[in-house]
T-cell receptor, first 114, second 110 residues
Framework: DVKVTQSSRYLVKRTGEKVFLECVQD?????MFWYRQDPGLGLRLIYF???????EKGDIPEGYSVSREKKERFSLILESASTNQTSMYLC?????????????FGDGTRLSIL | RKEVEQDPGPFNVPEGATVAFNCTYS??????FFWYRQDCRKEPKLLMS???SGNEDGRFTAQLNRASQYISLLIRDSKLSDSATYLC???????????FGSGTKLNVKP
């Protein structure tokens, strides 16, 4: 089974802090993704990466950056946390090959910015 | 226009009922299609992939209509445990991006 592990289930931080969310996958997948999910807005893509050191902006990259130094690890960074970044953050991975290859999600991190 | 559109529901059905959800997608070149299930405050989990010829997994049947650009999910003999939000997901032709519908909420009542 694919395992995607997010470092924290719940996290509370203060406005202005630099926040790191970590994600690790054990299936040698090329693609990794960070989403946030808010009530009524569905899943929104923040950033994704299709290879080590490669990244592409998703739909809502403002206020976030990412790092992918190793294939199995994809980090999301909130440079200066703000209250509107309180949300559920979901990491996912998938292989890049053709065919019916789905995404697999981590358990999610519920982040509260006070 | 959104890439993937779903009726948000909720669909309120009694146990044992048959219920169907549809989902439309905008990119005719889309490659792969999936249904995910998401329970409240949990992560989305893959329910089933959707194949061109249609496919079945127990009480769940998925269909793809490329001509009309929609996929469907049929749940037979609904159980209380089927109560969840069902997300329609489309993978793009470049394989690297996935587009999610906003989800359809299902409530199965005793």
């Amino acid at each position: 089974d694919v395992k995607v592990t997010q470092s924290s289930r719940y996290l509370v931080k203060r406005t202005g802090e630099k926040v790191f969310l970590e994600c690790v996958q054990d299936m040698d997948h090329e693609n990794m993704f960070w989403y946030r999910q808010d009530p009524g807005l569905g899943l929104r893509l923040i950033y994704f990466s299709y290879d080590v050191k490669m990244k592409e902006k998703g739909d809502i990259p403002e206020g976030y950056s990412v790092s992918r130094e190793k294939k199995e690890r994809f980090s999301l960074i909130l440079e200066s946390a703000s209250t509107n970044q309180t949300s559920m953050y979901l990491c996912a991975s998938s292989p890049s090959v053709a065919g019916n290859q789905p995404q697999h999600f981590g358990d999610g991190t519920r982040l509260s910015i006070l | 226009r959104k890439e993937v559109e779903q009726d948000p529901g909720p669909f309120n059905v009694p146990e044992g009922a048959t219920v169907a959800f549809n989902c439309t997608y905008s990119n005719s070149a889309s490659q792969s299609f999936f249904w995910y299930r998401q329970d409240c405050r949990k992560e989305p989990k893959l329910l089933m992939s959707v194949y061109s010829s249609g496919n079945e997994d127990g009480r769940f049947t998925a269909q793809l209509n490329r001509a009309s650009q929609y996929i469907s999910l049929l749940i037979r003999d609904s159980k209380l445990s089927d109560s969840a939000t069902y997300l329609c997901v489309v993978r793009d032709v470049g394989f690297n991006k996935f587009y999610f519908g906003s989800g359809t909420k299902l409530n199965v009542k005793p």
